[in-house]
Nanobody, 115 residues
């Protein structure tokens, strides 16, 4: 199983980025997908999740700014991030879950918001 994230980088405050995570080795449509992030010295935290049925959930800190979506035909989950703030700086991880024994993580992609 592989989850490969892409799309991270350096962006100025107020800017936008779109993260992608492409999965292989799983039946993607059967998995709930999520994005988590971990800033230096902090615990990993949930950013957004999307269920098999396309229901979404967001951390309060990103509501109204971030949008999670999925493309089952291409085994990919996206995170559109708008109005980025310096406090959004972190390594962003993709997550796939289908029951307690089927949990997978990507390697992470760095997002840095700085002027």
């Amino acid at each position: 199983v592989q989850l490969v994230e892409s799309g991270g980088g350096l962006v100025q405050p107020g800017g936008s980025l779109r993260l992608s995570c492409t999965a292989s080795g799983i039946t993607f449509s059967l998995y709930a997908m999520g994005w988590y992030r971990q800033a230096p010295g902090k615990q990993r935290e949930l950013v957004a999740t999307i269920t098999r049925g396309d229901s979404t959930n967001y951390a309060d800190s990103v509501k109204g700014r971030f949008t999670i979506s999925r493309d089952n035909a291409n085994n990919t989950v996206y995170l559109q991030m708008n109005s980025l703030k310096p406090e959004d700086t972190a390594v962003y991880y993709c997550n796939a879950v289908s029951g307690p024994l089927n949990v997978y993580w990507g390697q992470g992609t760095q997002v840095t918001v700085s002027s």
